[in-house]
């Protein structure tokens, strides 16, 4: 079975949709990676939201911006697979879906993410490099990384 992709702008999200794709998010990005902060920035609302799908759950999702509104250029942001689903390498369809929704959506190719560094060589892995040096975000190593 292979996961099912659709990108929503945010006002179309559903109630259920809005609230697993949160969940999900929570349960990485605060649980998991043991990080106290507010994911919930008010950005949710200016982008789109891509959503991966499998046998009828959100297992996978992103954010994708017009230029702007995190970066200068469009961007990506909130890259996440559930855990028990990284197994199947759904990371890199996320990126590239995430991509190619920047692309069809926003007619955009130059992409800058805020990328946690020890995912430095994943994103390297879909034409991303690094464009600034290490800070912390949130109290995780980060750099700045951009696909031209």
Not at 12 to 37: G, H, I, K, P, W
Not at 89 to 100: A, N, V
Request: glycine letters at 8%; proline letters at 2%; charged letters at 25%.
């Amino acid at each position: 079975m292979n996961i099912v992709w659709k990108i929503k702008p945010f006002e179309a999200l559903t109630v259920n949709e809005l609230y697993d794709m949160l969940q999900l998010r929570s349960e990485v990005f605060v649980v998991e990676q043991n990080c106290v902060y507010l994911d919930i920035d008010g950005k949710d609302k200016l982008g789109l939201h891509l959503i991966g799908t499998y046998d009828g759950k959100i297992v996978a999702c992103s954010r994708l911006f017009k230029p702007g509104i995190s970066f200068d250029n469009a961007s990506i942001g909130r890259v996440v697979v559930g855990t028990q689903y990284r197994d199947k390498k759904w990371g890199h369809d996320l990126m590239r879906e995430s991509i190619l929704g920047i692309k069809e959506h926003y007619g955009e190719t130059n992409i800058t993410i805020g990328a946690q560094l020890y995912l430095k060589k994943f994103y390297e892995s879909h034409g991303f490099v690094q464009s600034s040096e290490m800070y912390l975000e949130d109290g995780i190593p980060h750099i700045d990384m951009k696909r031209e």
